[in-house]
């Protein structure tokens, strides 16, 4: 039985619900662009079968930040996946600030040890800095999956250095959720050549 991955890319294409910028470039274009891989790097292999929240750059989900966030959510547990993957990217006025970060809804739990892998394997292939995993038990997306759900923050849009990186290599960012996810169920990589 394959392992059902929900794949939320975070945001919407514009107006309800739309994300962060920073130099000109939008979140929710780096949150489709990883998803979409993600979803690829997946689909090949028959261990896993994935879903996306936004399957075309203009899927819009919702009517209101609330609306969008709870129908990924119905998503996901109408289809009964295994886990939850919210993609997003950070941003803070202060432009040094920068980094890798994960957000679950508590400690010592799958979402917790799967998240400590996601972000540890984003790091070590895109060279982000590691900041950790933290617990956000109020965030919707989060509060309301009935499976374990990790939000992943890729990197600080507004810091040029990660900004750049995820703009020049977002298949990286993506193959690194999915060897994390890899890593956390203890499954070999397919082609230990990546």
Do not use: C
Not at 37 to 62: H, V, W
Not at 126 to 146: D, E, H
């Amino acid at each position: 039985m394959a392992i059902k991955i929900y794949i939320d890319q975070g945001h919407n294409p514009e107006g309800i619900n739309a994300g962060a910028e920073g130099f000109g470039i939008r979140e929710q274009d780096i949150t489709y662009q990883v998803g979409h891989f993600l979803f690829d790097i997946l689909s090949e292999d028959y261990r896993f079968t994935a879903r996306l929240s936004r399957p075309t750059p203009q899927t819009t989900l919702g009517y209101s930040n609330t609306s969008s966030l709870k129908e990924r959510v119905t998503q996901a547990n109408t289809w009964k996946a295994d886990y939850f993957i919210s993609i997003h990217v950070n941003a803070s006025e202060n432009p040094d600030i920068n980094g890798t970060e994960a957000y679950v809804s508590s400690t010592n739990s799958a979402a917790w040890y799967l998240a400590q892998n996601i972000v540890s394997e984003i790091v070590r292939r895109t060279s982000t800095k590691y900041n950790g995993v933290f617990t956000r038990p109020s965030l919707y997306v989060l509060k309301n999956t009935k499976m374990p759900a990790v939000l992943v923050e890729l990197g600080y849009i507004t810091n040029y250095e990660d900004n750049q990186r995820m703009i020049d290599n977002p298949y990286q960012f993506a193959y690194g959720i999915y060897v994390g996810i890899l890593n956390y169920l203890e499954l070999p990589q397919k082609n230990t050549d990546l």
